[in-house]
């Protein structure tokens, strides 16, 4: 009986221990106040209201600048595209804004055509998620596609050891105030591509395929649409530039990229198309094959900021 009571003594203090940790930890995280976990911040905890919000993946993330938008139509824009996004996880994050604040007039949706074909089995780099559990739409999301989220969210033993030295370096940053350069490449949402992250094209990977819609992507941008039209925001969908080595592969493009405009012109949703841009031609813009280096993103945010104006000033 001792032996029973000093197991369950220890086993009380151990996880007395690692939910201090935790949550140490976290709040560190939410701390914060630039980079990544600040968007965070906006985007699950706090009430800020925003005009215009740019949605998707990292491409969206990372092509839309909302100091170069707000200065060409005068909106205010916020930007909560977030790496690794398909339209599943595009569909709960936009709940999840929508959960803490009221809609904003417009979203603007990047189109990954490119990832169409890609399933929502993996959540990408899931433990920047672990702060903001709270936000009950955000978790009821993250468990419907992982299970796990469950005991990440209750059982600190689990979610610890996924919280290495990277989220130790951001929660230490949150309690001294200070900022990585990833942090300093921030502005509203948009986390432009790192120098150090700027890869060589590789112009001979020319392998073509023929692309595809998953019902899976189809049924969630459906759902996207849904959720927008309800909350009386005025949906508009973008294919932002990617380097012309990436629609050069697809050996049915325009088949593909019908499928899209198909379901804009159902929903009567603008439709702005980048695919051929000169943009895509410049080598010098694009930091991978799909993602632009800022010089290219805010070229692109210009250009497409004046087409936006001149469609929204019709409306």
Same mark, same amino acid.
């Given at each position: ?106 979203? %603007?949706? /990047?189109? @990954?055509? !490119? ?13 920047? $998620? #672990? ?118 592969? %697809?050996? /049915?493009? @325009?088949? !593909? ?13 603008? $439709? #702005? ?43």
């Amino acid at each position: 009986m001792k032996i029973l009571k000093k197991i369950i003594f220890y086993f009380l203090i151990l996880s007395s221990l690692a939910y201090l940790v935790r949550y140490i930890l976290h709040e560190g995280i939410r701390k914060n106040k630039a980079g990544l976990f600040d968007k965070f911040n906006v985007v699950f905890h706090q009430k800020n209201n925003h005009q215009v919000i740019f949605v998707g993946s990292s491409r969206a993330e990372c092509h839309f600048n909302p100091a170069i938008f707000d200065s060409i139509t005068g909106l205010d824009s916020y930007n909560i595209g977030v790496s690794g996004s398909n339209n599943s996880f595009t569909y709960g994050l936009l709940k999840s804004y929508l959960s803490e604040r009221k809609a904003p007039k417009m979203a %603007i949706m /990047n189109i @990954d055509y !490119h990832f169409s074909n890609e399933s929502s089995d993996t959540i990408y780099e899931f433990p920047r $998620f #672990f702060p903001y559990l709270d936000n009950e739409i955000l978790f009821n999301e993250l468990a419907k596609r992982d299970k796990r989220f469950y005991a990440f969210k209750y059982i600190p033993f689990y979610s610890l050891p996924f919280l290495g030295e990277k989220y130790l370096n951001c929660a230490a940053r949150g309690y001294t105030n200070k900022q990585s350069s990833y942090d300093l490449n921030c502005y509203k949402g948009f986390q432009f591509i790192h120098p150090i992250e700027y890869k060589i094209i590789d112009k001979k990977d020319t392998v073509s395929y023929a692309a595809i819609l998953l019902k899976e992507n189809a049924d969630y941008l459906d759902s996207i649409i849904t959720i927008c039209k309800n909350s009386k925001i005025d949906l508009y969908f973008v294919i932002s530039p990617a380097h012309t080595i990436v629609s050069s592969r %697809i050996k /049915n493009l @325009d088949e !593909h990229l019908n499928k899209f405009k198909a379901i804009a012109t159902k929903s009567a949703i603008p $439709f #702005f198309d980048y695919t051929n841009d000169t943009i895509c031609k410049e080598d010098d813009l694009f930091a991978d094959l799909y993602h632009m280096k800022k010089s290219g993103a805010d070229l692109f945010t210009a250009k497409f900021s004046g087409d936006f104006k001149k469609l929204y000033q019709t409306k």
